[in-house]
């Protein structure tokens, strides 16, 4: 399974982007995890822009969900919402055929638990028929950074392991 991650937050010591690359370590075999990096780079989404020819950073989007058969969001909750940087992506997506159907699984580092953010990601995912694994979030409300700004925690990895195995069985069952 190829998945893409994308990280809600452009913090530098993010804990959702570390959730992400802790999950490299226990997504099943097989698993090929990228981390998106290009959420900052990303022009502020108008219909004007959204002609051809589309702009690289978005083209460039596009054609990395094109590539993967899953999806994985991290995203941290700003006043009871997803973070603006992350609609903007999505707002991107919405003319797009690349994300339609895939399955996604969403995860949260948030410590209030991002239950609005997730809620709201949900039914704009939905909206985009995406394919959201177990129809929520698994948030992981404690999810502390060790001394590297890694999670070992190890009710959390476990959890991430079977959000990830789940994904996978989305992804095989086709
Ligand atoms: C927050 N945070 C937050 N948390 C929450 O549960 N509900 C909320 O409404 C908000 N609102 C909010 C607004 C702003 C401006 C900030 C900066 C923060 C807390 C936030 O979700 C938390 O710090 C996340 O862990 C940040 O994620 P990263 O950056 O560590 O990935």
Redesign the pocket.
């Known amino acids: 399974m190829r998945v893409l991650a994308i ?1 809600g ?1 452009l ?1 530098a010591t ?4 570390a959730l992400l690359r802790a999950a490299s370590r226990v997504a099943p075999a097989g698993t090929e995890l990228t981390i998106y990096d290009g959420l900052g780079g990303l022009p502020h989404f108008t219909p004007d822009l959204d002609v051809e020819p589309i702009p690289e950073p978005v083209s460039a989007l596009r054609a990395q969900i094109g590539a993967v058969d899953a999806l994985a969001i991290s995203s ?5 919402g997803m973070p603006g940087s992350l609609k903007n992506a999505l707002d991107w997506l919405v003319s797009a055929l690349e994300p339609i159907g895939k399955p996604v699984l969403l995860v949260s ?6 239950l ?1 953010a997730h809620a709201q990601l949900l039914e704009v995912l939905r909206t985009m028929s995406m394919q959201v694994i177990d129809g929520g979030a698994y948030v992981f409300s404690r999810a502390q950074l060790d001394g590297e700004g890694g999670i070992t925690a190890p009710q959390v990895v476990a959890a991430l392991a079977t959000g990830f195995a789940r994904l996978a069985q989305a992804c095989a069952a086709g």
């Open positions: 990280a937050s913090r993010s804990s959702n982007a941290p909750e700003y006043a009871h580092a948030s410590p209030g638990g991002a609005h």
